[in-house]
Nanobody
Framework: QVQLVESGGGLVQAGASLKLSCTAS????????MAWFRQAPGKEREFVAMVTDANDGRTKYADSVKGRFTISRDNIKRTVDLQMSSLKPEDTAVYYCAARLRGSGDYTVRRQYNYWGQGTQVTVSS
């Protein structure tokens, strides 16, 4: 069982930077693939970024955030961060942290993840 708690959301102007953090409970954090998704009003929840487990550490990003967002994990602190820069109004959404055990499947797909945080709001004004 994993519990996830996000923090760091807020209201910023376009072009600014913001860092989201997700803290996980449980002793086997290193075995989990961690991801960030986001959901804008009236839209489906979409993949943003992911980082594989502690043995691998590969990352993958949605095309819309590539080059602007960076995902990282600290396996000692059991945290995963999303550093966001050059924010745009279209980045406005509720951002969710997600986790699943390493294994087969497409790590960019929402239904692959078993555990979710409660979400944190990010609003980017123009």
């Amino acid at each position: 069982q994993v519990q996830l708690v996000e923090s760091g959301g807020g209201l910023v102007q376009a072009g600014a930077s913001l860092k989201l953090s997700c803290t996980a409970s449980g002793r086997t954090f290193g075995n989990y693939v961690m991801a960030w998704f986001r959901q804008a009003p009236g839209k489906e929840r979409e993949f943003v970024a992911m980082v594989t487990d502690a043995n691998d550490g590969r990352t993958k990003y949605a095309d819309s955030v590539k080059g602007r967002f960076t995902i990282s994990r600290d396996n000692i602190k059991r945290t995963v961060d999303l550093q966001m820069s050059s924010l745009k109004p279209e980045d406005t959404a509720v951002y969710y942290c997600a986790a699943r055990l390493r294994g087969s499947g497409d790590y960019t797909v929402r239904r692959q993840y078993n555990y979710w945080g409660q979400g944190t709001q990010v609003t980017v004004s123009s």
